[in-house]
C-alpha cells in the first residue's frame, strides 16, 4: 500500500472490520427475500451494527474526535475541528433487495475541509481512498477522472426526479444510470467509470468522502456547505465536461 496517513489507516481498518458483519448480513438478506416478513428490520439492524463498530474503532484511536453519522446524528466531543463523517452503509435500499452495490463512507473533516475520504465496497472489494494533496486510489492503484468532451459519449449517473432534470437540460442527448448509492457514483466519476454524477437533496454523510476523491482524482465539484448536512445538491463530473454540462446543471 502507497504512504498513507495514520487517520487514513484507522478509516480503513474501521471499514475492513464493519464490512465483514455487512457481508455476512447481505448474505442473510438474499435468504429473507423469499419471506412473508421481509428484511427492512433486518437491515436496519446491521446498519447500526456497522455504524457502531465504525465509531468504536475510530473512537479508540481518536477519542477527542466529534463525529457526524447517519444513524446517530451529531456525537460532539473535545476536539470539534476533526470530524468524522460516517455512513455506514450507502445505498441501504441496494442492501434491502439483495442488490450487490452498496458501500461504507467514511470521511476526516479538519477545520472545515475534507482531507480524507474512503469509500468500501465490501461485495467488490474495491476501496476508494483519498487524502488532500496525495491523490487518489483504488485498491492502491492511481485513479484519474475519464477524458471524455462530447456530452452523447458520456455516462452520467442520477437518481430519479434528477434523471429528469438533465434530459430537460441536456435535451436527452446522454446515458444515464442510477446506481442507487450516491457515494459509489462518486468514487464511480472518480475512476473514470462515469463522466458526471448530478443529484439533489442528499445528505452530507453520503457524499463527504466522494469529495475528496474525486477532487484528488482530477475532478470537478461544485462548492459544498460543510455545516450543512442535509439538502445537499452535488454537481461533479471530469473536467473536460464541466464547463458544459455545469453550467446547465450548476444552477439547481
Known amino acids: 500500500m502507497n504512504s498513507i496517513s495514520p487517520?487514513?489507516?484507522?478509516m480503513i481498518k474501521a471499514s475492513?472490520?464493519?464490512s465483514k458483519i455487512l457481508i455476512r448480513d447481505f448474505g442473510e438478506v438474499e435468504k429473507l427475500q423469499v419471506s412473508v416478513k421481509g428484511p427492512s428490520d433486518f437491515v436496519s439492524s446491521a446498519?447500526?451494527?456497522a455504524e457502531?463498530?465504525?465509531?468504536e474503532e475510530l473512537s479508540k484511536a481518536r477519542k477527542n474526535f466529534s463525529i457526524i453519522s447517519e444513524e446517530s446524528g451529531n456525537i460532539n466531543k473535545k476536539d470539534k475541528n476533526n470530524v468524522w463523517i460516517i455512513d455506514p452503509i450507502d445505498g441501504t435500499t441496494n442492501f434491502l433487495h439483495g442488490v450487490p452495490h452498496f458501500a461504507i463512507s467514511i470521511a476526516l473533516k479538519s477545520d472545515n475541509e475534507i482531507i480524507s475520504g474512503l469509500i468500501y465496497d465490501p461485495i467488490?472489494?474495491?476501496m476508494f481512498y483519498a487524502e488532500k494533496n496525495i491523490g487518489a486510489f483504488l485498491n492502491n492503484k492511481r485513479i484519474r477522472v475519464s477524458k471524455r468532451k462530447k456530452i452523447n459519449e458520456c455516462l452520467i449517473a442520477g437518481s430519479g426526479?434528477?434523471?429528469?432534470?438533465i434530459n430537460e437540460k441536456i435535451k436527452g442527448k446522454v446515458t444515464i444510470r442510477n446506481s442507487g448509492s450516491a457515494a459509489l457514483d462518486m468514487a464511480y466519476v472518480a475512476n473514470g467509470r462515469y463522466?458526471?454524477?448530478f443529484q439533489t437533496k442528499l445528505s452530507l454523510w453520503d457524499v463527504a468522502a466522494g469529495i475528496i476523491i474525486l477532487k484528488e482524482a482530477g475532478?470537478?465539484?461544485n462548492d459544498i456547505d460543510l455545516n450543512k448536512h442535509n439538502n445537499v445538491n452535488i454537481f461533479a463530473s471530469n473536467s473536460s465536461i464541466d464547463d458544459k454540462l455545469g453550467k446547465s446543471l450548476i444552477n439547481f
Open 219 to 221: 475532478g470537478y465539484i
Open 124 to 126: 467488490k472489494d474495491e
Open 52 to 55: 457502531k463498530i465504525i465509531i
Open 195 to 197: 463522466d458526471a454524477y
Open 161 to 165: 426526479n434528477d434523471i429528469n432534470i
Open 7 to 10: 487517520n487514513l489507516n484507522i
Open 47 to 49: 446498519d447500526t451494527k
Open 16 to 18: 475492513e472490520k464493519a
